[in-house]
């Protein structure tokens, strides 16, 4: 998946505006203008759409973390070089903190079911045996599934 899409898929979930982006990013460490995170957040065919690095999408998902839990002791995580669909699943893991069955329950709103022993697979180092690539459309559903639980409020019933 496209790091842009993810931050609009995280914009549209927690209906964060511009000025709550911005703080997020800066949170994680990178300074971010009003017109670099609606440059981002465009479609890929707009022309004044700019692709978003792993770098900056770290930074914004750390930001995320202290936004959602408060800034823990000590020195702060630097944002990564590099970005896999399952670092960002750990990381918003950690931000809502989240467990291993709200994660089951997260993916099967969006209509993906898996076990427990798939979803432990995404968490482990990947020089493990066990250790599982999380693909592009378990992201998306996951990234949907977490769109159904916060903005619909039918499910906060449930």
Known sequence: MQNNDILRSLRYTFDFGDDQMM?????GGLEATRAE???WLKKDDDEAFNPLSDFKLAAFLNGLIIYKRGKKEGPQPLPENRLTNNLILRKLKIALELKDGDLLQVLELAGRTISKHE??????????KQYRLCKDQIMRNFLQGLQQQYRNPANENE
Do not use: H, N, T
């Open 119 to 128: 979803l432990s697979a995404f968490f482990r180092k990947p020089e493990q």
């Open 37 to 39: 995170v609606s440059d």
């Open 23 to 27: 703080r997020i990013f800066g949170m």
